[in-house]
T-cell receptor, first 110, second 116 residues
Framework: EDQVTQSPEALRLQEGESSSLNCSYT??????LFWYRQDPGKGPEFLFT???AGEEKEKERLKATLTKKESFLHITAPKPEDSATYLC???????????FGKGTSLLVTP | DAGITQSPRHKVTETGTPVTLRCHQT?????MYWYRQDPGHGLRLIHY???????DKGEVSDGYSVSRSKTEDFLLTLESATSSQTSVYFC???????????????FGDGTRLSIL
């Protein structure tokens, strides 16, 4: 059975304090790993797709990396507007569904 | 933003009543999905559709049915709502299967459903 575990559950950073969020996964054949951002009262917003170990994607202050067992979402010099819940999801050979982790709630304070 | 509209956005109803949630898309995407999101759980797939009149069950399908008579509309029905179905429901769409050709799922803003 596919499993996705995100850590930490919650993270509080000062503005400008860089950090990383972790997504560990166990799947039967990874077809894609997805990162989403979710703001309160909104649906998840797509950020990145990673397909193979060693792949990296960047967008503004965010950089996602992938290994055979986990993915990291690095946040460089975060701003308060980066506060949100970040979700990781995997798609495996087991079907159409995305298997989501429970998310990391990020709060960036001025 | 992907053209996805969920209705209603909020609904309060009583146990035992039927409830239908609607998802409407303007992207002409083939795949549509219904998820529920609950505290302590990740998003969980209820049902999905891979074409008009083509649907299948997800991880938590008990107590739910779906219908898709047009490409743009995907309906989720709770035949007899129970308190355990109180949740936030999200619709998602994708042009192709997840992980294929850089085509992720895009989500609507959800329906908050409370069953008393």
């Amino acid at each position: 059975e596919d499993q996705v575990t995100q850590s930490p559950e919650a993270l509080r950073l000062q503005e400008g304090e860089s950090s990383s969020l972790n997504c560990s996964y166990t799947v039967s054949g990874l077809r894609g790993l997805f990162w989403y951002r979710q703001d309160p009262g909104k649906g998840p917003e797509f950020l990145f797709t990673l397909y193979s170990a060693g792949e990296e994607k960047e967008k503004e202050r965010l950089k996602a990396t992938l290994t055979k067992k986990e993915s990291f979402l690095h946040i460089t010099a975060p701003k308060p507007e980066d506060s949100a819940t970040y979700l990781c999801a995997v798609h495996s050979n087991s079907g159409y569904a995305l298997n989501f982790g429970k998310g990391t709630s990020l709060l960036v304070t001025p | 933003d992907a053209g996805i509209t969920q209705s209603p956005r909020h609904k309060v109803t009583e146990t035992g009543t039927p409830v239908t949630l609607r998802c409407h898309q303007t992207e002409n995407h083939r795949y549509m999905y219904w998820y529920r999101q609950d505290p302590g759980h990740g998003l969980r797939l209820i049902h999905y559709s891979y074409g008009v009149k083509d649907t299948d069950k997800g991880e938590v399908s008990d107590g739910y049915s779906v219908s898709r008579s047009k490409t743009e509309d995907f309906l989720l029905t709770l035949e007899s709502a129970t308190s355990s179905q109180t949740s936030v429901y999200f619709c998602a769409i994708s042009e192709s299967t997840p992980g294929a050709s850089n085509q992720p799922q895009h989500f609507g803003d959800g329906t908050r459903l409370s069953i008393l």
